[in-house]
């Protein structure tokens, strides 16, 4: 199994920057790509960006695309996603997840993902 720690999450204003880190530990030798996803109150769970972890090929949603940046620090097992130009929509618990079976593309949804981290909530003010 994979364990996954979020930080970085918090209280900023609109138009400002955070950035999030995910930590991943146990059997981080099978990752083959990482992953951010958000959910909002009454809203279901949605992709953001991912990055698989040999090439590093990133994809994004089209809401973030230009404003957020997902990387990965493999020596750490850790990947980021720096967030700019923040919108109140962004307002969410931001949740980092794993895959571990090979895929021949970057996944995007939620069932590519085999282990999730606890979330860390980002609320944009406007």
């Known amino acids: 199994q994979v364990q996954l720690v979020e930080s970085g999450g918090g209280l900023v204003q609109a138009g400002g920057s955070l950035r999030l880190s995910c930590a991943a530990s146990?059997?981080?030798?099978?990752?083959?790509?990482m992953g951010w996803f958000r959910q909002a109150p009454g809203k279901e769970r949605e992709f953001v960006a991912a990055?698989?972890?040999?090439?590093?090929?990133?994809l994004y949603a089209g809401s973030v695309q230009g404003r957020f940046t997902i990387s990965r620090y493999s020596a750490k097992n850790t990947v980021y996603l720096q967030m700019n130009s923040l919108k109140s929509e962004d307002t969410a618990a931001y949740y980092c997840a794993t895959r571990s079976r090979p895929l021949g593309i970057v996944p995007t949804t939620r069932y590519d993902f085999d282990y999730w981290g606890q979330g860390t909530p980002v609320t944009v003010s406007s």
């Open positions: 146990g059997r981080t030798f099978s990752i083959i790509a």
């Open positions: 990055i698989t972890w040999s090439g590093g090929n990133t």
